[in-house]
């Protein structure tokens, strides 16, 4: 099983330009969610979705968008990037969300920028 | 508000010594507790949880978590530690029904 599909792996942009992380998975895991790790600071939920049509923000959600269509896809967008959004990024999903299912993690991708 | 707190950034320890990753942690009502690892350039992998039962909780390559209520802890523990436990390991916690919020980590150093 491919698991969690998190591209690209790497990533620079300048200041202002948009871009997509893609995220899927296929385990038909209902809960998805992305990440931010940067030093010192562990990970920060950004934005997390429970199935299909359904998103929620997270601790740090601004400056970024995502919307959940199909089961297997939640992209994170960043629509006017800005070097305080440089970080790596993480993509997860769960089985069952409110049963506290456990979290499977995405490689991440790192995202710089300029 | 959920919270996790990790008061430690970095544990040393000699191989074959025990260890202990602390984590405390603020929810109302019932938690439920994660430890996660991460190598290096990896994402992170899931070790152990505490939903309810047991206060002891046995996970993956031979560590445990003991679940404490009235100090509000779940440390993550293991007997004999190996140079290969070295990583970065994150302690998580989920207030029913909302999402997982996870602790700034600790840095797990075994040495030779």
């Known amino acids: 099983n491919a698991g969690v599909t998190q591209t690209p792996k790497f990533q620079v942009l300048k200041t202002g330009q948009s871009m997509t992380l893609q995220c899927a998975q296929d385990?038909?895991?209902?809960?998805m969610s992305w990440y931010r790790q940067d030093p010192g600071m562990g990970l920060r939920l950004i934005h997390y979705?429970?199935?299909?049509?359904?998103?929620d923000q997270g601790e740090v959600p601004n400056g970024y968008n995502v919307s959940r269509s199909t089961t297997e896809d939640f992209p994170l967008r960043l629509l006017s990037a800005a070097p305080s959004q440089t970080s790596v990024y993480f993509c997860?999903?769960?089985?069952?969300?409110?049963?506290?299912?456990?979290?499977?993690f995405g490689e991440g991708s790192r995202l710089t920028v300029l | 508000a959920q919270s996790v707190a990790q008061p430690e950034d970095q544990v040393n320890v000699a191989e074959g010594n025990p260890l202990t990753v602390k984590c405390t942690y603020s929810?109302?009502?019932?938690?439920?507790l994660f430890w996660y690892v991460q190598y290096p350039n990896r994402g992170l992998q899931f070790l152990l949880k505490?939903?309810?039962?047991?206060?002891l909780v046995k996970g993956s390559y031979g560590f445990e978590a003991e679940f404490n209520k009235s100090q509000t802890s779940f440390h993550l523990k293991k007997p004999s530690a190996l140079v290969s436990d070295s990583a970065l390991y994150f302690c998580?916690?989920?207030?029913?029904?909302?999402?997982?919020?996870f602790g700034k980590g600790t840095t797990l150093s075994v040495s030779s």
């Open positions: 997860a999903s769960s089985y069952a969300h409110r049963g506290a299912g456990e979290l499977f």
């Open positions: 385990m038909n895991h209902e809960y």
């Open positions: 998580a916690v989920m207030q029913a029904g909302t999402a997982l919020i």
């Open positions: 979705s429970v199935g299909a049509g359904i998103t």
């Open positions: 505490y939903i309810t039962g047991d206060n």
């Open positions: 929810v109302s009502g019932n938690p439920y």
